[in-house]
């Protein structure tokens, strides 16, 4: 089994940044995907950001420029910095992660971290 634990979200304006962290626990050998998911009140879980083992990383449109997903695999932790942010970001920031090679991790999950961008 493989436990994370996400953390750095908050209250900011618009145009401002966070940083999002997850720390992986257990058998984090057998993660190769990790990735962070986004659910905003009365819609459904979307994928904002993946990146792979190799650093291979995959971002959905609405986020390209402004969000970058990294790992430190020795420290096993998974980092998403988020600036320019807007209101429409605003969401619970879920990290997942997959012991496949997958564009979208789904395999072990988060507890999930509020995001509120205030206008």
């Known amino acids: 089994q493989v436990q994370l634990v996400e953390s750095g979200g908050g209250l900011v304006q618009a145009g401002g940044s966070l940083r999002l962290s997850c720390v992986a626990s257990?058998?984090?050998?057998?993660?190769?995907?990790m990735g962070w998911y986004r659910q905003a009140p009365g819609k459904q879980r979307e994928l904002v950001a993946s990146i792979t083992r190799r650093d291979s990383t995959n971002y959905i449109g609405s986020v390209k420029g402004r969000f970058t997903i990294s790992r430190d695999n020795a420290k096993n932790t998974m980092f998403l910095q988020m600036n320019s942010l807007k209101p429409e970001d605003t969401a619970v920031y879920y990290c997942?992660?997959?012991?496949?090679?997958?564009?979208?991790?789904?395999?072990?999950w988060g507890q999930g971290t509020q995001v509120t961008v205030s206008s």
């Open positions: 997942a992660a997959d012991t496949s090679l997958v564009m979208n991790p789904r395999d072990y």
């Open positions: 257990g058998r984090v050998y057998s993660i190769n995907t």
